[in-house]
Protein backbone atom coordinates (compact mmCIF):
# COMPACT_ATOMS: atom_id res chain seq x y z
CA UNK A 1 0.00 0.00 0.00
CA UNK A 2 1.55 3.29 -0.82
CA UNK A 3 1.47 6.26 1.33
CA UNK A 4 0.10 9.68 0.05
CA UNK A 5 2.75 12.10 -0.16
CA UNK A 6 1.49 15.97 -0.75
CA UNK A 7 2.63 18.40 -2.85
CA UNK A 8 4.30 21.63 -1.51
CA UNK A 9 1.68 23.43 -3.13
CA UNK A 10 -1.17 21.16 -1.56
CA UNK A 11 0.26 22.07 1.95
CA UNK A 12 0.43 25.58 1.15
CA UNK A 13 -3.02 25.43 0.04
CA UNK A 14 -3.85 23.85 2.92
CA UNK A 15 -2.51 26.72 4.98
CA UNK A 16 -4.15 29.40 3.17
CA UNK A 17 -2.96 31.31 -0.08
CA UNK A 18 -0.35 33.57 -0.41
CA UNK A 19 -1.59 36.65 -2.85
CA UNK A 20 0.19 39.68 -3.78
CA UNK A 21 -0.44 43.17 -2.68
CA UNK A 22 0.55 46.00 -4.50
CA UNK A 23 1.29 47.89 -1.19
CA UNK A 24 2.67 45.39 1.33
CA UNK A 25 4.22 42.69 -1.70
CA UNK A 26 3.14 38.88 -0.41
CA UNK A 27 0.95 38.27 1.77
CA UNK A 28 -0.18 34.91 3.25
CA UNK A 29 -4.11 34.39 4.28
CA UNK A 30 -4.77 31.83 6.68
CA UNK A 31 -7.84 29.48 5.64
CA UNK A 32 -10.33 31.17 7.73
CA UNK A 33 -9.26 34.95 6.09
CA UNK A 34 -10.11 33.02 2.92
CA UNK A 35 -13.25 31.54 3.67
CA UNK A 36 -14.46 35.03 4.36
CA UNK A 37 -13.25 36.69 1.44
CA UNK A 38 -14.55 33.91 -0.69
CA UNK A 39 -18.11 34.95 0.56
CA UNK A 40 -20.11 36.63 -1.95
CA UNK A 41 -20.38 39.62 0.67
CA UNK A 42 -16.69 40.46 0.73
CA UNK A 43 -16.72 39.95 -2.99
CA UNK A 44 -18.95 42.85 -3.34
CA UNK A 45 -15.86 44.70 -2.10
CA UNK A 46 -13.77 45.11 -4.87
CA UNK A 47 -16.92 47.04 -6.88
CA UNK A 48 -16.33 49.81 -3.95
CA UNK A 49 -13.75 51.85 -4.84
CA UNK A 50 -11.21 53.56 -2.11
CA UNK A 51 -10.16 57.07 -3.62
CA UNK A 52 -14.29 58.39 -5.01
CA UNK A 53 -14.56 60.31 -7.16
CA UNK A 54 -10.71 60.82 -7.71
CA UNK A 55 -10.29 57.81 -9.52
CA UNK A 56 -11.42 59.73 -12.88
CA UNK A 57 -8.71 62.53 -12.26
CA UNK A 58 -6.05 59.65 -12.00
CA UNK A 59 -7.41 56.44 -13.61
CA UNK A 60 -3.98 54.53 -12.79
CA UNK A 61 -4.70 55.03 -9.53
CA UNK A 62 -7.07 52.08 -8.31
CA UNK A 63 -7.29 51.60 -4.78
CA UNK A 64 -10.56 49.56 -3.67
CA UNK A 65 -12.31 48.25 -0.07
CA UNK A 66 -11.49 45.16 -1.03
CA UNK A 67 -7.42 45.35 -1.80
CA UNK A 68 -7.53 48.07 1.91
CA UNK A 69 -9.42 45.15 4.33
CA UNK A 70 -6.97 42.46 2.79
CA UNK A 71 -3.92 44.97 3.44
CA UNK A 72 -5.38 45.85 6.92
CA UNK A 73 -6.28 41.93 7.68
CA UNK A 74 -1.99 41.96 7.31
CA UNK A 75 -1.22 44.87 9.17
CA UNK A 76 -3.33 43.73 12.19
CA UNK A 77 -2.04 40.34 12.09
CA UNK A 78 1.75 41.14 11.76
CA UNK A 79 1.02 44.31 14.62
CA UNK A 80 -0.30 41.88 17.07
CA UNK A 81 1.98 38.58 15.99
CA UNK A 82 5.01 41.42 16.56
CA UNK A 83 3.70 42.30 20.06
CA UNK A 84 3.38 38.57 20.86
CA UNK A 85 6.87 38.08 20.24
CA UNK A 86 8.10 41.26 22.24
CA UNK A 87 5.63 40.59 25.34
CA UNK A 88 5.56 36.93 25.82
CA UNK A 89 3.84 38.09 29.28
CA UNK A 90 1.15 39.10 27.47
CA UNK A 91 -0.02 35.20 27.03
CA UNK A 92 -1.04 36.15 23.54
CA UNK A 93 -2.24 33.06 21.62
CA UNK A 94 -2.05 32.45 18.01
CA UNK A 95 -5.97 32.22 18.35
CA UNK A 96 -5.85 36.23 19.52
CA UNK A 97 -3.18 37.01 16.30
CA UNK A 98 -6.17 35.44 13.74
CA UNK A 99 -9.04 37.14 15.45
CA UNK A 100 -7.16 40.28 14.50
CA UNK A 101 -6.70 39.24 11.22
CA UNK A 102 -10.42 38.28 10.93
CA UNK A 103 -11.59 41.95 12.54
CA UNK A 104 -8.80 43.80 10.17
CA UNK A 105 -10.53 41.72 7.59
CA UNK A 106 -14.10 42.66 8.15
CA UNK A 107 -14.03 46.11 9.72
CA UNK A 108 -15.74 47.73 6.84
Same mark, same amino acid.
Given at each position: ??????????????????????? =????? !??? %????????? @??????D????????????????C????????? =????? !?V? %????I???? @???????D??????????
Open positions: MSQFRPTTMQILLEQGKLINDPI =HGHIR !LNR %RCMEIIDTP @EFQRLRLKQLGSSYFVFPGASHRFEHSVGVC =HLAGS !LE %RIKNQPEL @EITSRDVLARVAGLCHD
